[in-house]
């Protein structure tokens, strides 16, 4: 693997992050970073709270937990269980040591230090190196419209279990979010390779990260190619509601609708082996679509993943380099 | 007793909160309320920390931790910990639990509840009926200075750990600070029996309340004695940095000096046993003094203590019937 290249990731939550670690596995610090979705962030008893940003910290430090699937490994929870007591909001669970990071970041936030900074500062103490980007140091939150009214993204996810029926997404903020100027310089690299969507919600983790304006841009002027994992294996989501949403929203819940959901911004599409059959579907198309195994369920699992999709982006790149616009 | 009792006390830290203890195993919650030092408290982490509040609330609901002489029992720390390894501010311990009531009163100020009822939600959360009012819902920091320069109170208290030489004390809010109406009622009560200044520090506990503009004439005006009981015995402090103070200011660290320190706010002066040589010293004068057990290790010696203090009370509430102005 050339110590040249240059890759970038885009994730939300737990699924994409099982993809990031792979990518860690096989790149450093220079060839790979990661454009995380914030649009989950939210204020929760004064505190700011990036899901998304702390599931990738947490995978790529080795500190992710096993056992909830969320949030921090040797965790308790005697803050959670005192301030039931007290008889303060207690649906969003905030384990003792995770509350470490959620402090911290809500502290320097409100010293006017960008989420971006704060976002390295935690990461480099634990041990990480490479590049987490937030889509955005501005506030953009995922409103989700529901057949019960707007919930701010945590009150449906967590607090309602996803439960309520979706009717479409609303990214508030984002018209007047920016991206970061680190983003689009390494988006700007002549030298970049590959540009990759982890298996992540389309709806609620990549969406926000494209409404904020200029991104999606920046990603379709880009050298590189613009590879999506699908999250959809055989008509359902490994984890979240992604098939959920889709049915809710009259669309086939298939792999192939997720490709047609990102339209014109792919030029790779990665599908599981279960799905082989959906490969005549792209043939003859301007998308290029592969079958990969893409449940990870261990680590080699994730960098077999992700060995397959440098791959396939490092052959569409060429390819493109050798068919001159 | 009598039913229709009222006393007041006021208090700083753990040696306020021992006789408050007392205070509340002889008195209801009609007749008994508590005003509480508030020129500790001070914004960590993006938190509100009220360590006199808390020291009360967790004495009066059997909650004070035994071992460290502060904060909640049962206490774990799990949160500051991860805070030292992601290298955050940690000089000021936070116990998991302890954490959860300064992220609720936080929330609730920042929500735009003042912080009486923030204190009033805590403790009734935690089985306190009797009234815990702030010396002001405004903020009014203690200074501390020093020859080194001015400390904000809990940087010279725990930061520096007292070490700093005293040279004076500034209360920067008061003058903007308005004590609570229902302080200035019960004061105005002409049932009120008495006003107990407990053996808190004079310089940093009792005297920012006194600074609130509109408290020390309100205590003075009120058809009660005011007594208070010293926190200095045998010229050394029980507890805190009260006899160092005392020295570092050229006042001799003695029983004496504390109450020609409270001057004319006081009609009544509790000193220890130890100290009954200094009685004949307060013959003549206008304030009347008694010596009593004052060091309190056990329960029983609180209960002892809050029955001698409630009585030398109602005797001079008595005498002050008897001879009309």
Not at 179 to 186: F, G, K, S, T
């Amino acid at each position: 693997m050339s110590g040249s290249e240059k890759f970038l990731a885009l994730t939300g939550g737990v699924g994409g992050a099982k993809l990031a670690l792979g990518l860690r596995e096989l790149l450093g610090p220079e060839q790979l970073a990661f454009l995380v979705n914030t649009g989950d962030d939210f204020e929760h008893l004064g505190l700011h709270v990036s899901p998304d940003l702390d599931t990738l910290m947490y995978a790529l430090s080795g500190l992710s937990n096993p056992d909830t699937g969320w949030g921090r490994v040797d965790e308790s929870w005697q803050f959670i269980d005192t301030l039931r007591g007290l008889g303060g909001d207690t649906w969003f669970n905030l384990g003792d040591r995770d509350l470490a990071v959620h402090v911290l970041r809500s502290a320097r936030l409100r010293a006017g230090q960008p989420l971006s900074a704060v976002t390295r500062e935690l990461n480099t103490a634990l041990g990480t190196r490479h590049s987490i980007w937030p889509m955005s140091d501005d506030p953009s939150p995922t409103i989700v419209h529901t057949t019960g009214g707007p919930l701010a993204f945590q009150h449906y996810f967590v607090r309602e279990r996803c439960t309520p029926t979706v009717t479409g997404f609303e990214f508030a903020g984002a018209a007047a979010a920016r991206p970061l100027p680190e983003v689009l310089a390494w988006l700007a690299d002549p030298a970049l390779t590959g540009i990759i969507v982890c298996p992540s919600n389309p709806f609620v983790s990549i969406d926000p990260i494209l409404a904020v304006p200029g991104l999606r841009e920046a990603l379709r002027a880009s050298a590189a190619p613009v590879v999506a994992v699908s999250p959809i294996v055989a008509g359902l989501a490994i984890k979240g509601p992604t098939a959920k949403m889709m049915a809710e929203l009259a669309v086939p819940s298939t792999a192939a609708a997720v490709a047609a959901h990102y339209g014109d911004l792919l030029d790779g599409f990665v599908l599981d082996v279960q799905d082989s059959g959906l490969l005549d579907g792209f043939r003859g198309g301007e998308l290029v679509a592969i079958a990969a195994p893409t449940v990870m369920l261990t680590l080699p699992d994730k960098v077999r993943l992700a060995t397959i999709v440098c791959e396939f982006a490092r052959e569409l790149r060429a390819s493109r380099r050798a068919a001159p616009a």
